[in-house]
C-alpha cells in the first residue's frame, strides 16, 4: 500500500510562487510515474503534471510554462514548482502514482491547499 503525504500550499497573491512537496512510503517509487492533481471547489479532480521514471515530464495546458514536476529518487519524493500563480490555480493540491495519465493508487493523501488572492 502506497502511503501519500503532500505539503508545502498556502495562500500567496497572484503572481506568487509556491513549492509543493510529496512524500512517497514504500520502495516501489523509483519504478512508477508520479503525478499531481489539483481539484478546486465543485470540480472534478484534474491531472496538471507528471513526471516518469526517467525524469521525463508532461503538463496540462492550463498550468505549462508555469509549472514545474521534478522528482528525488533518494528522498522518496515528487515536487511542484509553482510559478506566476492565478487565482484559478486555487485548489487542493494531491500527488498519487500515474499510468497513461490515470491515477493507478486508491489510497490519497490528505493533499495540500493552495490558495491564490486576486
Known amino acids: 500500500q502506497v502511503q501519500l503525504a503532500e505539503s508545502g500550499g498556502g495562500l500567496v497573491q497572484a503572481g506568487g510562487s509556491l513549492r509543493l512537496s510529496c512524500a512517497v512510503s514504500?520502495?516501489?517509487?523509483?519504478?512508477?510515474?508520479m503525478g499531481w492533481f489539483r481539484q478546486a471547489p465543485g470540480k472534478q479532480r484534474e491531472l496538471v503534471a507528471t513526471?516518469?521514471?526517467?525524469?521525463?515530464?508532461q503538463y496540462s495546458d492550463s498550468v505549462k510554462g508555469r509549472f514545474t514536476i521534478s522528482r528525488d529518487n533518494a528522498k522518496n519524493t515528487v515536487y511542484l514548482q509553482m510559478n506566476s500563480l492565478k487565482p484559478e490555480d486555487t485548489a487542493i493540491y494531491y500527488c498519487?502514482?500515474?499510468?497513461?495519465?490515470?491515477?493507478?493508487?486508491?489510497?490519497w493523501g490528505q493533499g495540500t491547499q493552495v490558495t491564490v488572492s486576486s
Open positions: 514504500g520502495s516501489i517509487f523509483r519504478v512508477v510515474a
Open positions: 513526471v516518469s521514471t526517467g525524469g521525463g515530464t
Open positions: 498519487n502514482t500515474v499510468r497513461n495519465g490515470v491515477a493507478t493508487s486508491p489510497y
